[in-house]
């Protein structure tokens, strides 16, 4: 008999799953609790997607301060009231160079007419800059170089 710390239930030993490393040779959670457990991972399939979407997100913001430190890309006044303190809105997050310079009150503005445009969004954004053609087909900034060595 074991005691499960999960459920707080004592069990027979054939109800926890071996695990070799444990000095009694069963895992410490019964095989229910952690075949629960198991299921509610999975349900996160969705965290881990907006943690992909937000990577990609990070990446060209780190990129596009790269470019600006470099002076690869001059800071511009906010497009809309000519404010010197403009932030970058990256129109598509493919493009380092495709960007909106933006004051802090017009910048919140955008995102919230964005995220209410997008509920009835359904084409993709790569699509959809391909055919406008604000960048190459072939174009892909994730591309790692490769060094010559």
Request: charged content about 40%.
């Amino acid at each position: 008999m074991k005691k499960c710390p999960k459920c707080k239930q004592k069990k027979d030993l054939s109800l926890f799953h071996i695990a070799r490393d444990r000095s009694d040779g069963r895992s410490g959670w019964c095989a229910e609790c952690k075949n629960e457990k198991m299921r509610n991972s999975r349900t996160r399939e969705s965290e881990r997607e907006s943690y992909r979407r937000d990577r990609k997100k990070k990446i060209m913001r780190s990129m596009t301060g790269r470019l600006i430190r470099a002076g690869k890309i001059k800071k511009k006044p906010c497009s809309v009231c000519s404010n010197e303190n403009a932030e970058s809105h990256h129109i598509s997050y493919l493009n380092p160079y495709d960007i909106d310079w933006l004051c802090s009150v017009h910048h919140a503005e955008k995102h919230t007419d964005d995220k209410s445009r997008m509920s009835g969004c359904s084409t993709s954004n790569m699509q959809k800059n391909r055919e406008t053609g604000r960048y190459p087909s072939g174009y892909n900034v994730y591309k790692k170089k490769r060094r010559l060595s």
